[in-house]
């Protein structure tokens, strides 16, 4: 339906113009039949619900249109903005919780998961001054585990132990503006306490919270959750896998993983295995499991096993219009509440698995952290039974384009610094040189409004550029899906980034996991300061981020963290335009205490210039 000029995927395409999805109605319909008339007040970010008076829609510069209250476009804009940083601070905390139990449940010995990356696990003892001499595995791991989950509820004003980890200067700054995050649960809860009707009125003291509320995201939740995640399923290492809806299989059981959380997703990866499974799969026809990820579990389980990735958000409801999924197994974030008015349509079930997040249509099977293996494979029984009931179905032709993805940090040091010398000094010598202008991240989601190739284009002014990109989320799907995450996408760069892919090996995109995995890029961006030359913060080095596409509050939260760590961020769009000095004093005004802003360009080709334009202007203050 008129969708032409968003959706380019040839795969997306063709699920929906097949037969069988031929009475589905995806979010690309909505949004065409809604036309593109936003609430002003909403997108500008100037519509005030905190209070009963209200609701009050403010109009800045307009006397008589302030609040009830007398509050201004800027304070409703500030709020507004600072709550979208909690909410999404507050996913990834949630999320980073479960990780964090499961590794406790892992370190006591209990279900599937072991304790895979001892390097990591120790290191990470260090920072938590855990001792490790003469100690067996999972003791360490089980001090490690009660240390961190003991960041969540932390009430006394020490900073959280992960932040010592930044660079000495950023660390100096946090401490004089007083926004060193304390504990992971306390500042959202402070955020959403000084955003209450009456307490915090002024944006530049509200936005201090909101650095802080963030960082607590990016060096606590998310920084523990990768960390944890990693030691115990495994530091994601260079591997080939495939990401295209064409991944469904027409002779075996297909089940789409989706949402956030691996340790479902990992545990239904070690329960498909079971010959049990199988036979019970092959006993219904099939010739056997297949399953594939969906968003950011999609990420998880295809950076560290090679799983492929059959759809980023965006496509989610057209896997199940193919036909060919059995089951559409969910925990946490960004699964549609249409995914089940979808697959009502076809014998396809979405099985709910997380308390906190059920669906009208779903079925639920909750999964259970203490029995991971039991629980997974009554999910996965449930789904292969459905295997019989498949109808018509369309899987569009697999892309014969992979990806190499799994690209941790510790990767990327090893990869660039050589077997005998892993570190970042060849990586910092080639941004020194000029072979890498610099380096663009790319992160976040897609969105129904906007053209699905969009990272496509940025990214390929940036690799043309000799900017070296990283990824993660469904940015890094998008890209995946483009055929940039490969290192045959050499051929598209700069003569000199194309150098440095060919020696190495390569992508000029490297993937780098799921959205809590942009802590990754935290510590990357640290080292590369530590190593050398490159200045003394991450606001010194050549590099920017973007989340082109976001539709999410954690993408939000992101750059916010992003920006209070030194990075410039630019976005399509931001909801404060209703609010002149607050909007200024973002995009510019931020500079002052954090060295970083936001920036908003909607057109993408001119984003990805500006992207280049600011790496410029930091090599040239770099002198280099
Ligand atoms: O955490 S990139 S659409 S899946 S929010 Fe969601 Fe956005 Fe995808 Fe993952 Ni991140």
Same mark, same amino acid.
């Given at each position: 339906?008129?969708?032409?000029?968003?959706?380019?995927? %040839?795969?997306?395409?063709?699920?929906?113009?097949?037969?069988?999805?031929?009475?589905?109605?995806?979010?690309?319909?909505?949004?065409?039949?809604?036309?593109?008339?936003?609430?002003?007040?909403?997108?500008?970010?100037?519509?005030?619900?905190?209070?009963?008076?209200?609701?009050?829609?403010?109009?800045?510069?307009?006397?008589?249109?302030? %609040?009830?209250?007398?509050?201004?476009?800027?304070? @409703?804009?500030?709020?507004?903005?600072?709550?979208?940083? *909690?909410?999404?601070?507050?996913?990834?905390?949630?999320?980073?919780?479960?990780?964090?139990?499961?590794?406790?449940?892992?370190?006591?010995?209990?279900?599937?998961?072991?304790?895979?990356?001892?390097?990591?696990? /120790?290191?990470?003892?260090?920072?938590?001054?855990?001792?490790?001499?003469?100690?067996?595995?999972?003791?360490?791991?089980?001090?490690?585990?009660?240390?961190?989950?003991?960041?969540?509820?932390?009430?006394?004003?020490?900073?959280?132990?992960?932040?010592?980890?930044?660079?000495?200067?950023?660390?100096?700054?946090?401490?004089?503006?007083?926004?060193?995050?304390?504990?992971?649960?306390?500042?959202?809860?402070?955020?959403?306490?000084?955003?209450?009707?009456?307490?915090?009125?002024?944006?530049?003291?509200? &936005?201090?919270?909101?650095?802080?509320?963030?960082?607590?995201?990016?060096?606590?939740?998310?920084?523990?959750?990768?960390?944890?995640?990693?030691?115990?399923?495994?530091?994601?290492?260079?591997?080939?896998?495939?990401?295209?809806?064409?991944?469904?299989k027409p002779d075996q059981v297909n089940i789409a993983v989706h949402g956030h959380e691996p340790l479902l997703a990992e545990s239904l990866c070690i329960a498909a295995q079971d010959p049990e499974m199988v036979e019970l799969a092959k006993k219904q026809?099939?010739?056997?499991?297949?399953?594939?990820?969906?968003?950011?579990? %999609?990420?998880?389980?295809?950076?560290?096993?090679?799983?492929?990735?059959?759809?980023?958000?965006?496509?989610?409801?057209?896997?199940?219009?193919?036909?060919?999924?059995?089951?559409?197994?969910?925990? @946490?974030?960004?699964?549609?509440?249409?995914?089940?008015?979808?697959?009502?349509?076809?014998?396809?079930?979405?099985?709910?698995?997380?308390?906190?997040? /059920?669906?009208?249509?779903?079925?639920?099977?909750?999964?259970?952290?203490?029995?991971?293996?039991?629980?997974? /494979?009554?999910?996965?029984?449930?789904?292969?039974?459905?295997?019989?009931?498949?109808?018509?179905?369309?899987?569009?032709?697999?892309?014969?384009?992979?990806?190499?993805?799994?690209?941790?940090?510790?990767?990327?040091?090893?990869?660039?610094?050589?077997?005998?010398?892993?570190?970042?000094?060849?990586?910092?010598?080639?941004?020194?040189?000029?072979?890498?202008?610099?380096?663009?991240? &790319?992160?976040?989601?897609?969105?129904?409004?906007?053209?699905?190739?969009?990272?496509?284009?940025?990214?390929?002014?940036?690799?043309?550029?000799?900017?070296?990109?990283?990824?993660?989320?469904?940015?890094?799907?998008?890209?995946?899906? *483009?055929?940039? @995450?490969?290192?045959? #996408?050499?051929?598209?760069?700069?003569?000199?980034?194309?150098?440095?892919?060919?020696?190495?090996?390569?992508?000029?995109?490297?993937? &780098?996991?799921?959205?809590?995995?942009?802590?990754?890029?935290?510590?990357?961006?640290?080292?590369?300061? /530590?190593?050398?030359?490159?200045?003394?913060?991450?606001?010194?080095?050549?590099?920017?981020?973007?989340?082109?596409?976001?539709?999410?509050?954690?993408?939000?939260?992101?750059?916010?963290?992003?920006? *209070?760590?030194?990075?410039?961020?630019?976005?399509?769009?931001?909801?404060?335009?209703?609010?002149?000095?607050?909007?200024?004093?973002?995009?510019?005004?931020?500079?002052?205490?954090?060295?970083?802003?936001?920036?908003?360009?909607?057109?993408?080709?001119?984003?990805?210039?500006? &992207?280049? #334009?600011?790496?410029?202007?930091?090599?040239?203050?770099?002198?280099?």
């Amino acid at each position: 339906e008129g969708c032409s000029d968003i959706i380019k995927c %040839g795969s997306s395409k063709d699920v929906l113009a097949a037969k069988p999805a031929q009475n589905v109605i995806t979010a690309y319909d909505r949004v065409q039949r809604r036309g593109m008339s936003a609430c002003l007040f909403g997108s500008g970010g100037t519509c005030c619900r905190n209070c009963n008076m209200g609701p009050c829609q403010i109009i800045d510069g307009i006397e008589d249109m302030l %609040g009830i209250c007398g509050v201004s476009a800027d304070t @409703v804009a500030a709020r507004n903005f600072a709550r979208i940083v *909690a909410a999404g601070s507050a996913s990834h905390t949630d999320h980073a919780r479960e990780m964090v139990k499961g590794f406790i449940e892992t370190a006591k010995g209990h279900g599937p998961h072991q304790i895979k990356d001892v390097e990591k696990l /120790k290191s990470l003892a260090a920072v938590f001054d855990v001792a490790t001499e003469d100690r067996e595995i999972n003791e360490i791991a089980l001090e490690v585990g009660e240390k961190a989950l003991a960041e969540f509820g932390k009430q006394d004003d020490e900073p959280l132990s992960m932040t010592k980890r930044a660079t000495a200067k950023r660390q100096a700054l946090w401490k004089k503006l007083n926004i060193f995050p304390r504990g992971v649960d306390r500042e959202v809860v402070e955020m959403m306490h000084r955003t209450h009707m009456g307490v915090d009125q002024d944006y530049e003291n509200i &936005m201090l919270q909101a650095s802080r509320c963030a960082l607590s995201d990016g060096w606590g939740s998310s920084m523990l959750s990768t960390e944890l995640t990693d030691i115990m399923f495994g530091t994601p290492v260079p591997r080939r896998s495939i990401v295209d809806l064409g991944v469904l299989k027409p002779d075996q059981v297909n089940i789409a993983v989706h949402g956030h959380e691996p340790l479902l997703a990992e545990s239904l990866c070690i329960a498909a295995q079971d010959p049990e499974m199988v036979e019970l799969a092959k006993k219904q026809g099939a010739k056997g499991i297949n399953l594939a990820g969906v968003c950011c579990t %999609g990420n998880e389980i295809l950076m560290r096993r090679g799983i492929p990735v059959a759809a980023g958000f965006v496509q989610q409801e057209i896997a199940i219009a193919t036909g060919a999924l059995e089951a559409m197994v969910v925990d @946490v974030q960004c699964t549609m509440e249409s995914l089940a008015q979808v697959a009502n349509g076809f014998h396809t079930d979405i099985i709910t698995t997380n308390y906190r997040a /059920k669906m009208p249509g779903g079925v639920h099977i909750q999964f259970d952290e203490h029995e991971a293996l039991n629980s997974a /494979k009554q999910i996965l029984t449930h789904a292969i039974k459905n295997f019989k009931k498949r109808g018509e179905c369309f899987i569009p032709e697999e892309k014969k384009l992979d990806v190499v993805v799994g690209f941790s940090h510790e990767t990327i040091n090893y990869m660039l610094g050589g077997r005998f010398r892993a570190s970042y000094r060849p990586l910092n010598d080639n941004i020194i040189n000029g072979r890498i202008r610099g380096i663009g991240v &790319m992160v976040g989601c897609d969105n129904f409004r906007l053209a699905d190739d969009t990272h496509e284009l940025i990214a390929r002014h940036l690799i043309k550029n000799n900017v070296l990109v990283l990824a993660t989320g469904c940015a890094a799907t998008s890209l995946g899906r *483009a055929g940039l @995450v490969n290192p045959e #996408a050499a051929r598209f760069c700069g003569d000199s980034l194309a150098e440095i892919c060919e020696t190495v090996g390569m992508p000029p995109v490297l993937h &780098m996991g799921s959205c809590v995995d942009n802590s990754r890029i935290l510590v990357a961006a640290t080292q590369i300061v /530590k190593e050398g030359g490159l200045g003394e913060d991450i606001t010194d080095l050549p590099a920017i981020g973007t989340a082109p596409l976001w539709m999410s509050e954690k993408a939000v939260a992101i750059g916010q963290y992003f920006v *209070a760590s030194g990075a410039q961020v630019v976005f399509q769009d931001l909801p404060v335009s209703g609010a002149k000095k607050f909007n200024k004093y973002l995009l510019e005004g931020l500079m002052g205490p954090l060295g970083a802003h936001w920036n908003v360009e909607s057109d993408p080709q001119k984003l990805a210039e500006l &992207m280049v #334009a600011k790496i410029d202007a930091k090599r040239e203050a770099l002198g280099i």
